[in-house]
């Protein structure tokens, strides 16, 4: 399983990108799909996830209200909108799945989570 993640650069405050995290098999088929990132020093953090069976979608509080995670699944692509963009969202964004279900409170573990993208930089600059 693969997961290519693309749509990253560098732009200004304010400015908006929107994130493609493109799948080898069905998205349908994962359990939650979703976004981290990681900024230099700093630990992974959660984003945002989509999952299939349970209501959502879920977003980290800095995002909420700015970002948007949404899924096509004719394309087997998971896409992070990302609105209002800020310096302190400059990080390496990676997307993950997990295969199977997840109890609602863990969405946001990285541990919880059995593939990886490659990550894409973001850059904000002020």
């Known amino acids: 399983v693969q997961l290519q993640a693309s749509g990253g650069g560098l732009v200004q405050a304010g400015d908006s990108l929107r994130l493609s995290c493109a799948a080898s098999?069905?998205?349908?088929?994962?359990?939650?799909v979703g976004w981290f990132r990681q900024a230099p020093g700093k630990e992974r953090e959660f984003v945002a996830a989509?999952?299939?069976?349970?209501?959502?979608?879920y977003y980290a509080g800095s995002v909420k209200g700015r970002f948007t995670i949404s899924r096509d699944n004719t394309k087997n692509t998971v896409y992070l909108e990302m609105n209002k963009l800020k310096p302190e969202d400059t990080a390496v964004y990676y997307c993950?799945?997990?295969?199977?279900?997840?109890?609602?409170?863990?969405?946001?573990?990285?541990?919880?989570?059995?593939?990886w993208g490659q990550g894409t930089q973001v850059t904000v600059s002020s």
């Open positions: 989509i999952d299939t069976w349970n209501s959502g979608p």
């Open positions: 098999r069905r998205t349908s088929n994962y359990g939650p």
């Open positions: 993950a799945a997990r295969d199977g279900r997840i109890i609602t409170s863990a969405i946001d573990r990285a541990e919880q989570y059995h593939y």
